[in-house]
């Protein structure tokens, strides 16, 4: 499967952005998806991400609460609402597919990757 990331900007703290991951090639309605982010001159890590069943959500704490992670099978879409943005939200953020029906957040786990979007968070 194909994923593409995109609906990234610059945006002021405290402002919103919704991310897009589309997929291609074949639906992902049974993959479980993730989304990571590697600011500049740092490691990648984990954001947020949700099984293909639904039954398995996962958040990093540094997003709890302002993160959303949800998808449209229907349309073979996976959205990352992100709200109260911050500053330290800056950072590329890439979408990431595995078969698991499990929200992980260990990205060695997950066999498909999108390209990234640029988000920056302006203070």
């Known amino acids: 499967v194909q994923l593409q990331a995109s609906g990234g900007g610059l945006v002021q703290a405290g402002g919103s952005l919704t991310l897009s991951c589309a997929a291609s090639?074949?639906?992902?309605?049974?993959?479980?998806v993730g989304w990571f982010r590697q600011a500049p001159g740092k490691e990648r890590e984990f954001v947020a991400a949700?099984?293909?069943?639904?039954?398995?959500?996962r958040y990093a704490d540094s997003v709890k609460g302002r993160f959303t992670i949800s998808r449209d099978n229907a349309k073979n879409t996976v959205s990352l609402q992100m709200n109260s943005l911050k500053p330290e939200d800056t950072a590329v953020y890439y979408c990431?597919?595995?078969?698991?029906?499990?929200?992980?957040?260990?990205?060695?786990?997950?066999?498909?990757w999108g390209q990234g979007t640029l988000v920056t968070v302006s203070s």
């Open positions: 990431a597919a595995d078969y698991s029906d499990y929200a992980s957040s260990a990205s060695a786990l997950y066999e498909y």
């Open positions: 090639g074949r639906t992902f309605s049974r993959n479980t």
């Open positions: 949700l099984s293909w069943s639904g039954g398995s959500i």
